[in-house]
């Protein structure tokens, strides 16, 4: 296992993104995988750096694990505010863009690109894990 301690800010997704892709390249994660895990990565980190700590200063950590089966787990942990995404709605897309509601979008498309995804607060801390065949 791998694990990133990092400011929750906009400003460290590179770093966020960098430490994921050395961890998928180093297993010979194929490149489709890839790229949904760093699109859902960056969704998640995004929304804790912007609403966990709601405006203050915060800290993530990040783990990623690939089993010997080839699944990355990666596991996001932040102390913000307590917020299960897995309990929102999902938005309804067979509407117009100009009918449905704004936001949402980024937790559906991250539900609907992972193998599983799942959410407990668990010693005052959030943790969202995200699971895909790589």
């Not at 694990?3 to 489709?32: G, Q, R, S, Y």
């Not at 942990?77 to 863009?97: C, M, Q, R």
């Not at 009918?99 to 668990?122: C, H, N, P, Q, T």
Request: include cysteine; charge should be negative.
């Amino acid at each position: 296992m791998k694990k990133l301690t990092i400011e929750a800010k906009i400003e460290k997704l590179p770093k966020v993104l960098a430490f994921l892709d050395e961890v998928l390249e180093e297993a010979e994660c194929n490149m489709k995988a890839q790229m949904q895990l760093d699109i859902a990565v960056e969704e998640i980190y995004v929304n804790i750096a912007s609403y966990a700590y709601e405006g203050k200063d915060g800290m993530a950590d990040i783990e990623i694990d690939i089993s010997a089966d080839r699944v990355a787990s990666v596991r996001f942990f932040d102390s913000g505010v307590p917020y299960d995404p897995l309990k929102k709605p999902d938005p309804d897309v067979t509407l117009s863009a100009d009918e449905r509601a704004i936001g949402g979008l980024g937790i559906f498309m991250v539900k609907k690109s992972m193998d599983d995804m799942s959410y407990e607060y668990k010693d005052g801390m959030n943790v969202l894990t995200i699971k895909k065949q790589i």
